[in-house]
């Protein structure tokens, strides 16, 4: 079946690293890893040929469908001019362009400048070094520490892993920023004023964790943050790196609330999921902190820093959420998802909860007795692993399984998603 897919597995287990991978498992001889060797639109087609919903858009990244043509020729027409250049010292139309593009989705004199990176660790490890070296020369240099959320996360990089809450992170805890973890706003309202004192701003997930399964945070709580943050000189960083981009249902998760934040990180979805890029907003007053004498500048960049062609994919990504009006189809889609999600939790007593907040839902496993499995039992790899066979491609978080489509999924898609998970679930975990 899949004669042509063994050199590649034989190169990959002598040599690649994968990334959050056990490699006794993934190296084992009867360990066959899809070989992913072609997309289109919503799909993605193994060495075998067989074709997969992409039921996490590509690890959360993908908007508009593989092999967009819109996005596929405007990475080839900037291939035509060049690939890489440095923006140390030179700039490039795209780059420029695309930065009006983004403080655009804004009010004027709000978020008005965008610094470029390329993930979405580094969009937020920006955002942190611009709010302490702002500390620093703004007479505040006391003000080093950050404020975070129980169970986040905001990346891999040494400032972005202090912030986040995930067990895997603890190991490097102690090698990044001071931060404090709270778990709600009762939390960070009962913080002494000595540690509020210390800190330069909040980090959070708006609208929904990702990483902690996808968990929503209550309405109305983006929008009392914001006032928290403000009556106490604290800036508030905003991390967009999986809501960005249409996920939540509008452009970014921030609007549903009417909040501004003072640095907005976005990466995953900036390129349609097409390339690495990320981009850091922020406001002026931020901004200015850095001006003057030279060694107030900025000394932060990496060497692919606005990368042309990764610039021309998010480009052409705006543009086609203008020209297939991509907002305004994503109401039905969610309408639909939900429906199909309530009809597969009434199926499956497996199901214990689903969680949604726009076109990212979650679908948690537990026992007959809302327990937990036990660890071991791999249940959420399982089902993930079992939907394959019907044509479903995802990764748990785990035991809750992730669905997060590509916004140009179709309700008959979403239909076909999750009667692929019925169908896994049933197996992997029969109710009688
Ligand atoms: C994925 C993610 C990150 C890290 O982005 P990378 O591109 O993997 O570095 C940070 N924050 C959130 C909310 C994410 O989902």
Redesign the pocket.
């Known amino acids: 079946m899949r004669a042509d897919s063994q050199p590649t597995l034989a190169a990959d287990k002598a040599h690649v690293w994968h990334p959050f991978t056990a490699h006794d498992a993934w190296c084992a001889e009867n360990h066959q890893p899809l070989v992913i060797t072609a997309g289109e639109g919503a799909w993605l087609i193994d060495s075998a040929g067989n074709r997969y919903l992409d039921g996490n858009a590509s690890i959360?990244t993908n908007l508009h469908g593989h092999r967009h043509p819109v996005i596929d020729a405007a990475i080839r027409d900037q291939l035509e001019r060049v690939a890489h250049v440095s923006f140390l010292g030179a700039t490039h139309p795209l780059a420029a362009r695309l930065a009006a593009r983004l403080t655009g989705f804004f009010p004027p004199a709000t978020l008005e400048r965008v610094f470029f990176s390329d993930?979405?660790?580094?969009a937020?490890e920006c955002a942190l070094k611009m709010a302490v070296q702002f500390r620093l020369q703004t007479g505040a240099p006391q003000r080093r520490g950050f404020i975070a959320f129980d169970h986040a996360?905001?990346?891999?990089t040494a400032g972005?892993a202090s912030l986040g809450g995930a067990p895997f992170l603890a190991r490097f805890r102690d090698s990044g920023f001071p931060v404090t973890r709270v778990a709600d706003m009762d939390a960070l309202a009962a913080l002494p004023a000595e540690m509020l004192a210390s800190a330069a701003a909040v980090v959070i997930?708006p609208l929904i964790q990702?990483?902690n399964e996808m968990r929503p945070w209550p309405g109305g709580m983006l929008a009392a943050l914001r006032a928290w943050c403000d009556d106490r000189g604290l800036h508030l960083i905003l991390?967009e790196?999986?809501t960005g981009f249409g996920r939540t249902g509008s452009m970014f998760a921030c609007q549903q609330e009417a909040v501004i934040p003072d640095f907005l990180c976005l990466?995953?979805g900036l390129t349609g999921g097409y390339l690495p890029l990320a981009a850091t907003l922020t406001t002026a007053a931020v901004f200015d902190a850095f001006r003057g004498s030279p060694e107030r500048a900025f000394h932060y960049g990496h060497s692919y820093t606005a990368n042309p062609l990764g610039c021309a994919a998010a480009l052409a990504s705006l543009d086609i959420f203008q020209q297939e009006n991509v907002l305004a189809g994503l109401p039905a889609k969610i309408e639909a998802m939900a429906a199909l999600l309530a009809g597969l939790a009434a199926a499956s007593p497996a199901v214990y909860q689903v969680r949604q907040c726009g076109l990212i839902a979650s679908i948690e496993l537990r026992q007959p007795a809302a327990t937990r499995f036990p660890a071991a039992h791999l249940t959420g790899a399982r089902v993930c692993q079992a939907a394959r066979a019907h044509g479903l491609l995802t990764r748990p978080i785990r035991d809750t399984v992730v669905l997060l489509p590509p916004l140009c999924v179709t309700p008959a898609e979403l239909a076909h998603a999750v009667n692929a998970l019925g169908c896994a679930i049933a197996e992997v975990l029969p109710s009688d």
Do not use: R
């Not at 996360?153 to 891999?156: A, K, L, N």
């Open positions: 959360w993930d979405g660790s580094t937020i996360y905001h990346g891999d972005a997930e990702g990483v991390d790196v999986m990466a995953k």
